[in-house]
């Protein structure tokens, strides 16, 4: 099993900036996918952004349009931890944002939107106007 926990969320005027940690506890894979996703109640689920663990050094990413130039998702392989910087937040960004992570043979699986088995809790972003 794998455990993920979500911090970093909170309160924030349009513009500013905030920095989401995920750190996964438990079994560990020598390659994972790990991806960032929000919510807003009575709306579907949103892939924010991916990386892949592992891969000799070789990463991919991912980013969903509504968030290029403004997030960055990045790890850290040492710590077991993902991080997503958000900056320029518009008030359209509040969501609760969850964490996920999911094993992969390949780089290429994290490329092709994979089914994430692991979920973290979820942390409260919200950006007021």
């Known amino acids: 099993q794998v455990q993920l926990m979500e911090s970093g969320g909170g309160s924030v005027q349009a513009g500013g900036s905030l920095r989401l940690s995920c750190a996964a506890s438990?079994?560990?894979?020598?390659?994972?996918?790990m991806g960032w996703f929000r919510q807003v109640p009575g709306k579907e689920r949103e892939g924010v952004a991916r990386?892949?663990?592992?891969?000799?050094?070789?990463?991919?990413?991912y980013y969903t349009d509504s968030v290029k130039g403004r997030f960055t998702i990045s790890q850290d392989n040492a710590r077991n931890t993902v991080y997503l910087e958000m900056n320029s937040l518009k008030p359209e960004d509040t969501a609760t944002y969850y964490c996920a992570a999911t094993p992969i043979w390949s780089i290429g699986d994290c490329e092709r939107r994979p089914v994430f088995g692991y979920w973290g809790q979820g942390t409260q972003v919200t950006v007021s106007s």
């Open positions: 990386i892949n663990f592992g891969g000799g050094g070789t990463y991919y990413t």
């Open positions: 438990g079994h560990t894979y020598s390659s994972a996918c």
